[in-house]
């Protein structure tokens, strides 16, 4: 037992433990914030009445403006907090900031928790059964039973709802986001909000998992008690995916080495692998969303604070007023505003790699000056320089759409957010490769003579035409330089930056001789409200990058396959130190799967079915240069491809509708028979209390109960009179008959 205890996960162990002067969360409120509320704000009746009230308290007269609008807010926060049971303490901070350490009691979450309990049951979600029927939950026994029972993300994902849901619903109107605007509670001063990291558990927990190859469903479990479904989902799937490489690795090593470019073989595994992990990955998300009691849990999504209703409306099944705000203007709003901008950022990017490729063509096959060798990375530190600065550009555009559209509920606020992100991703990563590969080196001679319309056609007179080399020497690129620069701006850039800032904090501390008693919770506050917010989809989009590679491009280069292999083992370890160190402790938020991230995995395994068709078909049988030294377009070629394109895309679609109706039908999981014994369980237990069980009466307590002994007394005992007496009767027939 030792042996085993000794094995578990420091999480595993420390996960329900809870002490008394824990504190749940901080919020971060600055008061020599130099910004004054909207107009709105300013003139509305309960502002003014708050502002009047504090103009001479306690006999003190403020006079500055500023500083009457930082204690009404001030103000307001802490009578929302004490008002909803949730308790506090103050910490004083440098420059000015406050720290409420805020702490939830156990009554006042285990009604909460009860509430949360009873909505999860009546909309259906995971498998939860109506036991709480029989609890007392005013009960401070029970109460503490309840508690006691919470693992540290149920906790904190319950106090975390009970903090941003609307004041109207009975919340405190908080928001997640770093400066949330005035409509919340404590306004633009109350700029965050997060929970500290368990320091001790985080060393724990990131040098258990150094010496683990793989990691199981026990890990993945840990992590969702601890850090949230949303997070563990992530482990999971890069778990999941990392394991899943290992095939098309050992087959492209195969193919890399015992056959000729651009294996048919190969692209045809390729694409089977996309479809099949997939399904495979959707059925094990099931699982997981019954192991974790999470299944539907989106039914119950509340609305976020910064949601601006057109209206409060009355429903027409239960009766309250509920926010409303049409869809149709946020649909309005997309498709004027939104989807043309990201149409012309599209556009944008295509003409920078455009003049990218026209610059690196004249670098490499027209300059013959000198520095030559230096010069060929011209291109490179253009692309390089552009990109940084439309990303910035694009991302922000992207969150000021995303909060005009107005959506009610995180879940879809965020998955709009990341389909708007991905966008971009997509264009920086994949745009080179598919205008390489799709257009320059099939259409070379064409592409060039576009290039002699330029300022630089005086210069072009014989440039040799390029072949799939150019393709494998782009993708080669990418696949290594990108997975070692994701690696090194992730972990090891923010732990020098970090290093370096806290030495140079720390020599300014010591030339101001502060106290060597400086109070330690208030130093970790201090440190953690510096760091960024950790955001699960930015590793989603990371990954799903890596499988775009994988799938839609490692055909021209087989080995990447197997790069990407060796990077996830990595990632599964840096991204725990990175999330444990580099950024703020996630919140515990829940989801059913990776979110909008499988639907783009399934467009990204779509477009591998044309991909790899394209390239098997344009450049296995490639014609030398001085084949096809006359440049004109072989259309008879071009159409038997593109026939080619089109019936490996409705293959795909054959075999993802047979695979699916496969394991759907013929593999059935244990999602359906786990909520099936699950509802069979919750309706018996309610049956069993009116004396049914199932749909047959339970005979062994109607055969104990008195009233049945007082029949058997009379109506019993005449019944089976009658019956000895037919077959005494019936005995003395068949004797007589005998003795005849």
């Not at 439309?390 to 389909?419: M, P, S």
């Not at 703020?584 to 068709?613: C, D, F, H, K, M």
């Not at 394109?645 to 409705?650: L, S």
Request: overall charge neutral; charged content about 25%; hydrophobic content about 40%.
């Amino acid at each position: 037992m030792s042996d085993k205890e000794a094995k578990r996960s420091p999480i595993a162990q420390e996960v329900f433990t809870s002490k008394a002067d824990d504190i749940d969360y901080v919020m971060i409120f600055n008061t020599r914030k130099d910004v004054v509320p909207p107009k709105e704000i300013l003139e509305s009746e309960e502002f003014v009445k708050g502002i009047k009230e504090l103009s001479a308290a306690d006999g003190k007269s403020i006079t500055d403006q500023r500083e009457l609008y930082v204690l009404y807010y001030w103000k307001n926060l802490c009578k929302i907090l004490l008002s909803i049971g949730i308790e506090f303490k103050v910490k004083s901070l440098k420059d000015g900031y406050l720290a409420l350490c805020i702490r939830c009691p156990d009554g006042v979450l285990a009604i909460e928790y009860y509430k949360f309990r009873v909505q999860e049951y009546l909309k259906g979600v995971g498998v939860a059964s109506s036991d709480f029927e029989e609890l007392d939950v005013r009960d401070p026994e029970v109460q503490k039973d309840i508690v006691s029972k919470l693992t540290t993300s149920d906790r904190l994902y319950v106090i975390y709802n009970l903090l941003t849901r609307p004041t109207w619903e009975g919340g405190a109107g908080i928001t997640t986001e770093n400066e949330g605007g005035w409509h919340q509670t404590g306004g633009m001063y109350l700029e965050s909000f997060f929970t500290l990291h368990n320091k001790e558990l985080n060393n724990k927990w990131i040098k258990h998992w150094s010496k683990k190859y793989t990691l199981s469903t026990a890990d993945m479990t840990d992590i969702r008690n601890h850090f949230g479904t949303r997070v563990s989902y992530y482990f999971a799937f890069l778990q999941k995916y990392f394991m899943s490489l290992l095939p098309p690795a050992v087959i492209g090593l195969l193919a890399l080495f015992f056959d000729k470019r651009f294996s048919i073989f190969y692209g045809i595994f390729v694409v089977l692998w996309s479809i099949f992990f997939i399904i495979l990955w959707n059925r094990h998300a099931e699982q997981l969303a019954i192991l974790w009691n999470v299944n539907n849990c989106s039914t119950t999504e509340k609305i976020r604070p910064e949601f601006r209703p057109q209206k409060m409306i009355k429903d027409k099944v239960s009766g309250d007023y509920v926010p409303y705000y049409p869809n149709w203007k946020r649909w309005v709003k997309r498709v004027l505003l939104t989807y043309p901008f990201i149409i012309l950022c599209a556009v944008f990017h295509v003409m920078i790699f455009f003049c990218v490729i026209c610059i690196e063509i004249w670098v490499r096959d027209l300059y013959q000056g000198p520095f030559k060798a230096i010069m060929v990375y011209i291109p490179t530190a253009i692309y390089s320089t552009f990109i940084p600065f439309l990303n910035n550009i694009y991302l922000g555009f992207a969150r000021g759409f995303n909060n005009f559209e107005n959506y009610a509920t995180k879940v879809e606020y965020d998955n709009r957010y990341a389909e708007k992100v991905f966008v971009f991703y997509f264009l920086n990563s994949f745009m080179s490769l598919i205008v390489v590969g799709w257009l320059y080196i099939p259409f070379s001679k064409q592409f060039i003579g576009l290039l002699k319309l330029t300022p630089l056609g005086s210069l072009i007179t014989d440039i040799p035409l390029p072949g799939p080399e150019r393709l494998v020497g782009n993708y080669v690129y990418v696949i290594l330089t990108g997975q070692v620069l994701n690696l090194f701006q992730e972990t090891i850039i923010p732990y020098l930056s970090r290093k370096i800032t806290g030495a140079a904090m720390g020599a300014i501390n010591k030339d101001k001789d502060e106290e060597k008693d400086e109070d330690e919770l208030a130093k970790q506050i201090e440190k953690e409200m510096e760091l960024p917010i950790y955001d699960v989809n930015d590793d989603y989009s990371e990954m799903v990058v890596q499988f775009g590679y994988v799938s839609l491009f490692s055909i021209v280069w087989p080995l990447g396959s197997l790069i990407s292999f060796v990077n996830n083992w990595i990632e599964l370890r840096s991204d725990a130190v990175k999330m444990c160190i580099n950024y703020r402790r996630p919140y515990p938020q829940r989801s059913e799967n990776i979110g909008p991230w499988i639907g783009i995995l399934s467009v990204l395994s779509w477009l591998s079915s044309l991909t790899n068709a394209w390239f098997i078909s344009v450049f296995r049988y490639w014609e030398p240069r001085e084949e096809r030294r006359e440049g004109v377009i072989n259309y008879k070629g071009l159409v038997s491809t593109l026939a080619i394109v089109i019936i490996a895309e409705h293959l795909y679609f054959l075999v993802k509708i047979l695979g699916t109706g496969f394991f759907k039908e013929c593999v059935p999981g244990k999602r359906d028979h786990i909520l099936k014994k699950a509802e069979i369980d919750s309706k018996n237990r309610i049956l069993r209390k009116i004396g049914i069980s199932g749909s047959q009466i339970d005979l062994v307590k109607a055969v104990e109960s008195p009233e049945f002994q007082l029949k058997q007394d009379t109506s019993y005992g005449l019944a089976l009179n009658a019956i000895y007496e037919k077959l005494s009767d019936k005995a003395i027939i068949k004797e007589s008959k005998k003795d005849l």
